[in-house]
Structures are given as C-alpha cells and as structure tokens.
C-alpha cells in the first residue's frame, strides 16, 4: 500500500534562518507531488506541485522554493524564513488520472 | 482562477442530529471530493465522486455530484463527538491539475 510522510513535524526556527522540509511517498510511481500551507484555522493553499523528476510549478510568489531530486521525494526550502511562513506545511501526493489526493501527517513550523 | 463557496463556515450541532454542507462553483467540476481533517492532522479523504448526479454513501457520510457538475453536498447523519473536524470540499477538472479546495466547514458536536 501508498505511504506518505514528511518531517520534521515540528520546527521552531529564528527569522531569517534556512528551512528544509522533506517528503516521500512510498507503494506508487510518478505521483504527482504538492506542498500546501495551512494558516491556524484556515483553508489550504497550494505553494507548489509538480508532475515529475525537475518538473516544479508555483502557485504563489513568495521567499519558498521545491524541489524534487527523484521521482517520489519532495523537498520545500527556504534561504530565509519570514514570521509569515510561519504556518502548518503539508505535502501530498496523486496518481493521473484520478484527482484524489493523500496527504502527509502535516510539518508545523513557527518561525520567531 | 476557480474559487469554491463552501457553506458553512461553522456549525455547532447537537450530538445524533444530521448535517449537511455543501460547495458550489462558478465553472464547471469534472470530479468532486471531500475531505475530514482534525487537529494537528492532514486531511483524509472521505468521498470521491466522478459522475454528474452521482449519489455516494460512507458510513453514516452521503456526498452527491451536482447534476450541474457545479455543486457537491455531503450530509453526515447521526452526528456523534467524534465527527468534529474541519469538512473540505475539492473539485478538479482533469486528472493533471491541481484540487481546487473550498475553505472548509468546522463542526463541532456538543454531547
């Protein structure tokens, strides 16, 4: 069966520090890969997706950046982090055709 | 780019009482999902639905396909504690693009 996990699953970072969050997704082929963030008691938005090896798209502009080095591994970066990055950071994963997506366990990140 | 009304916002219900929310969209959805998510958690699917008028069934979950293609609801019956979360609607339109979510419904259930 597919698994999914990213971690840490809990960071408490300085601003202006770096940030590395992992994801992989084990049991499937050529997912598709998201990274979203969730702001406390709010909705999900998407910051990243990607359909294949090097194959990353934006969303939104901001000081993050992904990356995936191999077929089910989905990085999320930053250089410096800002107190607005602070938030709750989910990756997940999909198969084409279907829409139905799966989700990690979640990376809480609070950046002071 | 496609926005999901998501109704309601919250819900504060008394334990064994049914639920209904629901999602509706300007633009036309090809698939229509719903997710649970609770505290401290990543979302969990609950229903996928793929056809126009399709009816589906979870437990004690119910969740339809708009015969419009835009709008899906899910009912939840015989609420329990344990069915507090927030509820989100998603739509797509073809299998390579991204989820569109609505911005969820909080219920909580009051015993």
């Known amino acids: 069966s597919q698994t999914i996990h990213q971690w840490p699953a809990t960071l408490v970072q300085p601003v202006g520090s770096p940030l590395s969050l992992e994801c992989t997704v084990e049991?499937?082929?050529?997912?598709?890969l998201y990274w979203y963030r969730q702001a406390a008691g709010r909705g999900l938005q998407l910051l990243f997706y990607s359909v294949g090896i090097g194959q990353i798209s934006s969303e939104v502009p901001q000081n993050l950046s992904a990356s995936r080095p191999q077929d089910r591994q989905f990085i999320l970066s930053s250089k410096k982090l800002l107190l607005s990055d602070s938030g709750f950071y989910l990756c997940?994963?999909?198969?084409?055709?279907?829409?139905?997506?799966?989700f990690g366990e979640g990376s809480r990140l609070t950046v002071l | 780019g496609q926005q999901l009304n998501q109704s309601p916002q919250s819900m504060f219900i008394q334990e064994g009482e049914d639920v209904s929310m629901n999602c509706t969209s300007s633009s036309i959805f090809n698939t229509w999902l719903w997710y649970k998510q609770e505290p401290g958690e990543g979302p969990v699917l609950l229903i996928a639905l793929y056809k126009a008028g399709e009816l589906t069934s979870n437990g004690r979950l119910t969740a339809q396909f708009g015969i419009t293609r835009k709008d899906s609801f899910l009912n939840i019956s015989a609420s329990i504690p344990s069915d507090v979360g927030i509820y989100f609607c998603a739509g797509q339109n073809s299998g390579n693009t991204p989820l569109v979510f609505g911005k969820g419904t909080r219920l909580s259930v009051i015993a």
């Open positions: 049991g499937t082929s050529n997912p598709n």
């Open positions: 997940a994963w999909s198969v084409y055709p279907t829409g139905e997506l799966f």
